[in-house]
């Protein structure tokens, strides 16, 4: 956020000698002058967001530049309010979720540091096109907000022009130009003990290498299934059919914080079915987290329009599995090569 933050102010303090409430951000409606006090404005609302653990709308204030601030003035209130929301990113627990509307009506730090980086990236662009003045940031800050908040975007040649592309500002060649757009925060469903938390790009990416995704696992590490599963989002995502309700989920145990598993979706529907699988890291087994996991993702999928049924297959030796699907109200529909078939409908 501060390196976001540093690299906008470095840029747009080069040209506060300009009419900044006279001309036009690029394409938006407002004066550039506006969208600075936007963007202070975002800065400042993501941090009361998560400082005050906003759970059902946003926090009911706003702020507003002085009528005699200058455009200097209106940078170091956007410098003030980048401190802030990454003090409250710094300071909020990783398992909060606080409001946000897009599109699962909450976010996490991840998330709102991503918006907030996002905010400061995009407008800072806007400002400098209304200005004339060439302006691009550092491509791991583009990434992180791509890999976090777009991950239905298929990655392009460089992090910029895509975030731009994705945004509606830029062309990308062999795409479509983008004409409306929105991010989209990680999905997370609550069962009685766990939360299962839907994995972003950049989270798939760290389990598929031998890291942990930001999550600190019961047992130290997580089970070989979710390494294997992580890599298949990774590759949806270089794909560009990366959906993230639609992927896989860490299961992390509320009491203490710690993931014990994953569960997930082998794609999105088709047909009206959906094929789930999961595992659990050894520590963890025999305490009934699949089975109630399964039922509350299983649940969610039947609750969509897009779905009457949904599939699992289990090795005929792993007689636990076979318990576990049974236990969530699945049925037996085919054996087939030493796999069975399960099923549960809508």
């Known amino acids: ?66 009528d005699d601030a200058d455009n200097a003035g209106a940078l170091r209130v956007v410098s003030a309010m980048g401190v802030l929301l990454a003090a409250a990113v710094r300071t909020t627990p990783r398992s909060v979720r606080a409001f946000h509307p897009f599109p699962f009506r ?15 990236l995009l407008h800072t662009h806007d400002i400098a096109e209304g200005l004339g003045v060439a302006y691009e940031p550092p491509a791991e800050l583009c990434e992180f907000v791509l890999t976090r908040i ?10 910029w022009p895509t975030l ?21 925060n990680n999905p997370v469903l609550r069962s009685e003990r766990l939360d299962l938390e839907g994995v ?33 989002g990774v590759k949806q995502y270089e794909e560009g059919t990366f959906l993230p309700e639609w ?46 996991a399964l039922r509350t993702l299983s649940t969610w999928a039947l609750e969509q329009d897009a779905v009457h049924t949904v599939v699992a297959v289990v090795e005929e030796p792993n007689v636990p599995s076979q318990k576990v699907v049974t ?12 796999q069975i078939t399960y099923e549960l409908r809508a």
């Open 1 to 66: 956020m501060e390196a976001a933050v540093a690299h906008s102010v470095a840029a747009l303090g080069a040209v506060t000698d300009r009419d900044w409430a006279g001309v036009r951000a690029g394409r938006l409606e407002w004066t550039c002058r506006k969208t600075a006090e936007h963007v202070a404005g975002d800065l400042i609302g993501y941090a009361t967001q998560l400082a005050g653990r906003e759970q059902d709308a946003y926090a009911p204030f706003d702020i507003a530049l002085l």
């Open 106 to 120: 909450h976010a996490g730090r991840e998330g709102f540091a991503a918006m907030g980086i996002a905010e400061v």
């Open 150 to 159: 777009f991950p239905h975007v298929r990655p392009g040649p460089s992090p």
């Open 164 to 184: 731009l592309w994705a945004t509606g500002r830029g062309e990308l060649e062999g795409r479509e130009r983008v004409t409306t757009w929105r991010w989209y």
């Open 200 to 232: 972003t790009p950049a989270v798939a990416a760290s389990l598929s290498v031998a890291g942990d995704g930001g999550f600190t696992w019961a047992g130290g590490a997580p089970a070989e299934g979710t390494r294997v599963g992580a890599g298949i």
């Open 247 to 292: 992927g896989m989920y860490v299961l992390v145990r509320r009491e203490d914080d710690r993931a014990v598993g994953a569960m997930g979706f082998h794609g999105a529907p088709a047909d009206g079915r959906v094929e789930i699988g999961y595992d659990l890291v050894e520590e963890a087994r025999g305490n009934g987290y699949a089975t109630e």
């Open 327 to 338: 236990r969530a109200g699945f049925t037996e529909v085919s054996r087939h090569e030493n």
